[in-house]
């Protein structure tokens, strides 16, 4: 297990005179040439190899065994080696030593990708698997998600998510699975949790139910297709999200009796099949929250304990009655997100976050020190995060991208999908603003967005309809006030019966659902109801 390394250097810029200033930044990316004596060295200088003894031979001192490489690997060098016996150190500890490695092989730990060798692969506890990639794996341009193009997808096979670092294809299985998403904001996490969100989209036997904490625009396009769809965390939006999670624990047992009732040569385990679904029309059930920190930390404490139980309750039983749970927080912390709900998510996945303790927040405790690290990423990795799939299976991923053009087209696709299969219910199938955009009839934006504001309200104060148009869209509403509000509905037809509406015992300025929904075209409204 010889080879050479060599570095190449920037040459040093001589003769700088009185106004020359050093940049705080890094040398351009070096490109590194290893050798068996350099890792050996690395190890040795982590404490994972004992140093010779005084007056030895460097050459006698304890050193790695390598069973391949290394060796030129794409963009990298590859080596497996095995820790010497008798040295009492394990290829765990050699993970949870990434970062002192990588600094002893004059790189960033985000380069260097390693894990252990297991058993079904030839591997034993001190065998370890190690790739130094040359410069930054997962920088560049983003790979767009072959579901940007695709007609139809099977949720029951693998959905592509995206890739690792040497650019090998990962796909993620979601049947009898329960995922959660956590990243610090503006790091790629919605855009992500959206991936798996649009292999359901292109399956019209996938009924979704969907509610955002934030009530933006990220997942305003669902209305195309939600079966169920809570925008924001006011007090209106948590009873529709209460309501929404009793209906699906009701589905859920419903479910269950059916299912129990099947023959063996029909349901063989208890199960749903593809078969069963078509049969018994008994769509796969998509339950997709995002940002849950905004809805736990606007609750009552009893509401709050009352759908964390709910959601619970979902995560763990619901798989086998065909229920994928699709999770989202930017705070992961057990105020935010409790640990009795984190702890029985099965798929975990982490953008950056600022420390080795918040990741493990997101990807089950002790995952930091195995080697699933997501605070070694840098604002520069958005897209990027650490998934985990099992107790001992984790892979930095470069997730795909769809933006918000593109999965708006697919929303508009799964819609056709499913009034085509007869599958399009619920909110969906009563929606006039996705009716209209389906009929290619274009509404004034004010007009849909006030009707999205005011999803779970018949009517609304002026003030509060303000405050959730800004919310959805700052830059378009953010200079609006009352005067402007009454002026742009006006001129889009909007009508209003009264100027004042009374919403719990107060009388004020405010809007009824009905006159904004008179605006609409008769022909979106007689055709949809």
């Known amino acids: 297990c010889v080879y050479k390394r060599q570095v190449l250097t920037p040459l040093a810029y001589l003769g700088r005179g009185k106004e020359t200033h050093l940049l705080d930044q890094g040398a351009p990316p070096l490109r590194v040439d290893m050798s068996a004596q350099q890792l050996n060295d690395a190890l ?3 404490g994972l190899l004992k140093s010779g003894r005084a007056n030895e031979d460097e050459k006698d001192a304890p050193r790695v065994s390598c069973s391949m490489g290394p060796v030129r690997d794409g963009r990298g060098w590859a080596v497996i080696f095995d820790l010497p016996r008798g040295g009492g150190k394990t290829a765990s500890d050699v993970l949870a030593k990434r970062e002192v490695i990588a600094q002893e092989l004059g ?3 985000i380069q260097v990708i390693m894990s252990r060798v297991r058993a079904s692969k030839g591997g034993n506890a001190g065998r370890v698997s190690m790739w130094v990639a040359d410069d930054d794996p997962y920088l560049g341009k983003p790979n767009p998600s072959p579901f940007a193009t695709a007609e139809r997808f099977s949720i029951w096979d693998p959905i592509p998510f995206g890739q690792d670092a040497r650019g090998n294809r990962i796909e993620v299985p979601v049947m009898w699975q329960s995922m959660f998403f956590g990243g610090l904001p503006r790091r790629g996490k919605t855009f992500t949790q959206r991936l798996m969100t649009a292999a359901g989209l292109l399956d019209p036997h996938v009924r979704h139910y969907v509610a955002d904490g934030k009530g933006g625009a990220d997942w305003m ?7 169920r769809l809570v925008m924001g965390a006011e007090d209106d939006a948590i009873e529709a999200l209460k309501a929404m999670l009793a209906e699906l624990l009701v589905e859920m047992e419903r479910r269950f009796a059916i299912l129990r009732e099947l023959p063996t040569s029909i349901c063989p385990e208890g199960k749903l099949t593809p078969d069963i679904v078509q049969r018994y029309n008994l769509p796969v059930i998509f339950v997709t929250i995002d940002e849950l920190q905004e809805y736990f930390t606007a609750m009552e404490r009893e509401d709050r304990e009352q759908v964390i139980n709910d959601l619970c309750r979902i995560a763990r039983r619901g798989p086998a ?4 749970s699709n999770f989202a927080s930017q705070r992961p912390d057990a105020d935010s997100v409790p640990t ?9 996945y982490s953008t950056q976050v600022v420390d080795r303790a918040s990741s493990d927040m997101v990807l089950g405790k002790g995952k930091a020190a195995q080697g699933a690290d997501a605070s070694v990423l840098s604002e520069d990795h958005v897209g990027t995060g650490v998934l985990v799939t099992g107790p001992a299976s984790y892979v930095t991923v470069r997730a795909d991208y769809i933006d918000g053009t593109g999965f708006a087209t697919l929303c508009q696709k799964g819609r056709a999908l499913r009034q085509e299969a007869g599958q399009l219910t619920g909110d969906a199938a009563g929606d006039v603003t996705a009716a209209a955009d389906a009929s290619g009839v274009k509404l004034p934006p004010i007009l849909s967005d006030a009707l999205e504001v005011m999803r779970h309200s018949p009517r609304m104060f002026t003030t509060d309809l303000l405050a959730g148009l800004v919310n959805l869209d700052e830059d378009v509403y953010g200079d609006f006030n009352a ?3 009454a002026s742009e509905l006006e001129a889009a037809g909007v009508k209003r019966t009264s100027k004042q509406v009374k919403i719990s015992g107060t009388n004020a300025a405010g809007y009824q659902r009905r006159d ?3 605006a609409v075209p008769a022909e979106i409204l007689l055709a949809h109801g």
């Open 44 to 46: 040795r200088a982590a």
């Open 107 to 109: 790189v960033d730990e």
């Open 221 to 227: 396009p669902m209305r195309a297709v939600a079966h």
């Open 321 to 324: 009655a065909g229920f994928v």
């Open 340 to 348: 009795k709900l984190r702890e029985i998510i099965t798929l975990r």
């Open 483 to 485: 005067e402007r509000l």
């Open 516 to 518: 904004i929904e008179a």
